[in-house]
């Protein structure tokens, strides 16, 4: 019984110790999110990086949070107030945003495999499927 306790704590802190959240240098980011970041906002420097268990969590000096995977892609764009930056929307989402919301812009996406959440600056949600295709607004 004391072996399996053993065993179940050690499991645990590792678990624990994995999960931790650490500092990392923006050039420790994969190649992909770095190119991403140089693409998308040029000239913004990076603030800070975190390291967790889930991929990279980078912020901007202006602001702007960015989520990638451990490979690199994107997961999530946030710019707060200000819009997103022309080549982060996937063209079938931007056209959609463009020819339904002329007078409005995407400030927030996320992107989870199966589908993309999209925030306006009007507080709407609207919600594409992994193609770009307009599902509905987010409930």
């Known amino acids: 019984m ?3 306790i053993a065993i179940l704590m050690g499991v645990f802190m590792l678990g624990a110790f994995a999960s931790c959240d650490r500092m ?3 050039d420790k980011l994969p190649a992909q999110a770095k190119q991403f970041v140089a693409a998308n906002f040029n000239g913004v420097n990076v603030l800070s990086v975190q390291r967790d268990g ?3 969590d980078v912020i901007l000096h202006d602001g702007t949070s960015l989520e990638f995977s451990h490979s690199g892609q994107w997961t999530k764009v946030d710019c707060g107030l ?3 930056p022309v080549g982060v929307l996937p063209t079938n989402i931007a056209q959609y945003v463009s020819a339904n919301f002329p007078a409005n812009y995407a400030t927030k996406i996320k992107y989870d495999d199966r589908r993309y959440e999209v925030d306006m600056n009007n507080n709407l949600e609207l919600r594409f499927d992994k193609n770009g295709n307009y599902i509905g607004l987010d409930d």
């Open 24 to 26: 990392i240098s923006p």
């Open 82 to 84: 200000n819009p997103l």
């Open 54 to 56: 889930l991929g990279y």
């Open 2 to 4: 004391k072996k399996i």
